[in-house]
């Protein structure tokens, strides 16, 4: 079936420093992924997406790769403000399942100053 | 442009109670999402709407559970009678394709508690 993997949380880190968070994925197919973030009190919100292999998406200084060999879609950024402190979702979507999405747990990010 | 609108924002209801969640999507969207965060767990596809019609309502756990959308535009899903394990977050979510390539876009949610 198909299914997203991400790094458990909470991640706990300093303003300015650099941020992973793992997600690895399984699909019976070629897959879009995509990173959602959701902020205190808000909504889920679409932060970048991939749709193909080696495709890098990007946002708000926020980058993941598309790494077909690896099936993974880790999230990076290199200096991290407070104001990124949310819950980030990694999920995946398959054309031939229309329109359903797969996510992962989610990983809780606080940054600190 | 308005977003996708859901209320009430929290609910807390007593085990056996009746709660009705209601979404309001971006206009023009013909369909319609809900997904469903139990704490600690995935966020779950529940169902789907294209205009009033239910395209897949498989993730839908079970017959406590009903979803309306009159008329092709708000939706409500009601749970009757909710229990415990009903608690966490409902989201809505629209989008004028079908296709999940593309993303969709999702409200703030529905913390729904049941005690």
């Known amino acids: ?113 | 442009e308005a977003g996708v609108t859901q209320f009430p924002s929290h609910s807390v209801i007593e085990k056996g109670q009746t709660v009705t969640l209601r979404c309001d999507p971006i206009s023009g969207h013909d369909n319609l999402y809900w997904y469903r965060r139990v704490m600690g767990k995935e966020i779950k596809f529940l169902l789907h709407f294209v205009k009033e019609s239910k395209q897949d309502e498989s993730g839908m756990p079970n017959n406590r559970f009903l979803a309306e959308r009159t008329g092709g535009t708000y939706s409500t899903l009601k749970v009757q009678p909710a229990e415990l394990e009903d608690s966490g977050v409902y989201f809505c979510a629209s989008s004028q394709g079908q296709q999940a390539t593309y993303g969709y876009t999702f409200g703030s949610g529905t913390r729904l508690t049941v005690v």
């Open chain 1, 1 to 113: 079936g198909n299914s997203v993997t991400q790094m458990e949380g909470p991640v706990t880190l300093s303003e300015e420093a650099f941020l992973t968070i793992n997600c690895t994925y399984t699909a019976t197919g070629y897959p879009s992924l995509f990173w959602y973030v959701q902020y205190p009190g808000e909504g889920l919100q679409l932060l970048l997406k991939a749709t193909k292999a080696d495709d890098k998406g990007s946002n708000k200084g926020f980058e993941a790769t598309y790494r077909k060999e690896t099936t993974s879609f880790h999230l990076e950024k290199g200096s991290v403000q407070v104001s990124d402190s949310a819950v980030y979702f990694c999920a995946l979507g398959l054309s031939n399942s229309g329109y359903a999405l797969n996510f992962g747990k989610g990983t809780s990010l606080l940054v600190t100053p």
